[in-house]
């Protein structure tokens, strides 16, 4: 930069010395849903407005174009994975309450004893799983009747 005659003001306050990760392959484009992704930043070399100009540059408005579109699929997709994974909470107290039930219907149909306790520890296993499961998603889950 300085052969090409940048100011050393431009220099120290524009321009920084690149490091190896930035330099790195877009992992977005091999793994799409890798973890940690959210916390991605653009390198300052594609943050800077070309040295200062304020013309219009259309290939990095393009660039800024599909970042923010790979942004907001991004967006979109963890809304999609937190209406399922609330969707999943309600589903899973409905599976105990189901189980629960069963259990309590085994146990009136139940003619021995034996089978009767056995019914009834079922019961109140799966009712115990369905109140723990309510209290930890309370408030979190969506229920669909």
Known sequence: MQRLGVDEETL?????????????????????????QGSDRLAWFWRINNGGNTHEDPWMDEFYRVNWLKAKARWQRWEEELSLVQHEMGWTVGWFQQKKDEWHRRYH???????????????????KFELDAQNAFNGKMIIVD
């Open 12 to 36: 120290t306050n524009v321009y920084q010395e690149i490091q190896p990760s930035q330099l790195t392959v877009n992992q977005e484009v091999t793994e799409e849903n890798r973890h940690g």
């Open 109 to 127: 149909q139940a003619k021995k004893a034996g089978h009767q306790e056995y019914a009834q520890r079922q019961v109140l296993l799966w009712e």
